[in-house]
């Protein structure tokens, strides 16, 4: 039998929140235009406008929704998306981590389990570029042992749009 799956929960600074079928729907329109109108979007999902408003203040000030603007590399001369596996030297990850975060070309900085310590995307604009980048920069860093940069050759699946999926229910207690 299946169990009903309640809202993700969210800690806000005003409390526990949730991520309803509400919040899904007036998400999605976002989605497919970022600026629909508060009016419009409580057309689309037969809710009062107050009740969006309302619901996306809140989204935003619990940090669950963050409204950013999103250019793409490719139409700034940024063709050559990378990411790199980088070791450091035991216990200096997170310097390592703010040091390689500050670089203009790198997009994200994830600290992992598994071969590397951490996982960086970057975009660089060419072959050169790409060159001075992981020796000089992401080498220069202190504490970096190595790294192994894969060049993205083409993209199965890049969405800006990522829709957060139901949580599925745990087995047991």
């Not at 949730?18 to 497919?32: H, M, N």
């Not at 600026?35 to 037969?46: E, F, L, N, V």
């Not at 310097?95 to 389990?113: G, H």
């Amino acid at each position: 039998m299946a169990r009903s799956q309640p809202p993700a929960r969210v800690e806000g600074d005003e409390g526990e929140t949730f991520f309803d079928k509400t919040d899904r729907s007036i998400v999605g329109c976002l989605r497919e235009d970022g600026r629909m109108s508060h009016a419009d979007i409580a057309r689309r999902i037969g809710a009062a406008e107050t009740t969006v408003r309302r619901r996306l203040q809140r989204m935003q000030a619990s940090g669950m929704l963050r409204v950013v603007p999103v250019v793409d590399p490719d139409s700034v001369g940024m063709q050559t998306s990378l990411f790199l596996g980088v070791k450091v030297e035991g216990g200096s990850w997170e310097a390592v981590a703010n040091a390689v975060a500050a670089l203009p070309e790198v997009r994200y900085v994830a600290v992992t389990t598994g071969s590397f310590d951490l996982l960086v995307e970057a975009f660089v604009a060419h072959r050169e570029h790409l060159a001075a980048f992981v020796l000089d920069a992401i080498g220069g860093v202190p504490g970096v042992v190595s790294t192994e940069t894969m060049t993205v050759l083409r993209v199965a699946k890049f969405v800006y749009e990522w829709e957060v999926p139901e949580i599925p229910p745990r087995d047991g207690p």
